[in-house]
């Protein structure tokens, strides 16, 4: 019945050359992404794999409605063209459309493992048709659901864990099961119920690879779609409040009101500002603080506010202060005013 399927190549003819591209890409020395010629071959792989699948569409090959025994033996192996369109999907590098590719080729795993399910072939959680997305995730993840959760996830990440051992080990099982049988099925001297356990023992072995292929999907489709959301909402940049600031204006900074005057009345375009203007003024920008504002009594120029000082240091009895003074004294006694000066004598 599947032989049949009109000019061109044969529904046979066009699964043996896509799996053999696909074996070939598969064991190659060369990465898939390294060489022209491999991605030439994917694209090969692809045309035969897809006209094959659209050919049993057409003649109507499965159905959920039937049971396994009523496939005949020759038409197994068309049970696995899903699984290899989904893996030569992957093999494909265009990395701009790598999120399509990934959609596409859980698609087509997913049917695949739709598809042996409902005719019995091997036990497993069917995975959800489609992936969740990032916020889906989030939320039912233990740290939204709160800490009564904690426990059944710690469960399930067991029970996955173990699920995956299990499937690894059955893997291998399978593997060299197959192996023992393959050259009798190739070699045409197998019968009807030989053939018919190859192709079974290929679809469960592809079953455990497309379970494995749907949760990598999964995991790579979420660290995509959460690149695409930062580009789309980038984060404001560094010192942006910094350049909102209004930008500062000259002036000339002066010691007090005396100097203001002085140096304003030579720039009428340039404002001066004193140094306790200048800091009452950061004080209430926020710049620095109110308790670092020098404090000076108005109408005090720095020469009087030193001699305060150090009135205010002898009347303490400041033994330092007071010996200094008395030595001062002592020295103008025995020097008369302009002592030493004789840099104006002819």
């Known amino acids: 019945m599947a032989e049949g399927a ?38 090969q792989g692809l045309d035969a794999l897809q006209r094959a699948a659209a050919m049993v569409a057409q003649l109507d090959l499965f159905s959920e409605n039937e049971e396994l025994e009523e496939i005949a033996s020759a038409d197994l192996k068309y ?20 999120l399509e590719h990934l959609e596409s080729a ?45 426990q059944p996830s710690l469960v399930a990440m067991a029970m996955s864990r173990q699920a995956k051992i299990e499937r690894h080990n059955q893997k291998k099982e399978l593997e060299n099961r197959l192996a023992s049988m393959r050259s009798c099925v190739e070699s045409g001297q197998a019968d009807d119920d030989q053939i018919r356990e190859f192709y079974i023992l290929q679809i469960q072995k592809w079953i455990n690879t497309s379970l494995e292929e749907i949760e990598s999907i999964d995991q790579e489709m979420v660290i995509l779609r959460s690149r ?16 909102a600031r209004t930008p500062l204006k000259p002036f000339i900074l002066t010691r007090n009101a005396a100097q203001a005057k002085v140096f304003g009345a030579g720039y009428p375009g340039l404002p001066t500002m004193t140094v306790d203007d200048w800091y009452e003024q950061r004080a209430k920008q926020g710049v620095v603080s109110a308790q670092s504002v020098p404090q000076r009594t108005p109408g005090i120029n720095d020469e009087e506010m030193q001699k305060q000082q150090q009135e205010k240091k002898e009347e303490e009895d400041d033994e330092e202060a007071l010996q200094k003074a008395r030595s001062w004294d002592d020295w103008k006694d025995t020097h008369p005013r302009g002592y030493g000066n004789r840099q104006n004598m002819g």
């Open 228 to 243: 695409a959301t930062a580009k789309q909402s980038p984060a404001p940049p560094h010192g942006t409040a910094r350049q």
């Open 6 to 43: 009109g000019a061109g190549p044969r529904l046979a003819e066009l699964l043996a050359a896509g799996r053999r591209l696909w074996e070939e890409v598969e064991n190659g020395v060369e990465p898939s992404s390294g060489a022209p010629a491999v991605q030439d071959k994917v694209r």
């Open 79 to 98: 049970l696995l063209l899903p699984a290899l369109l989904g893996s030569m999907t992957l093999k494909q590098v265009d990395m701009s459309r790598r």
């Open 106 to 150: 859980r698609a087509h795993f997913w049917r695949f493992l739709k598809l042996c399910r409902s005719y019995g072939l091997g036990k497993f959680h069917l995975p959800p048709a489609t992936a969740n997305c990032p916020g889906e995730e989030d939320s039912a993840s233990p740290a939204r659901r709160g800490p009564a959760a904690a």
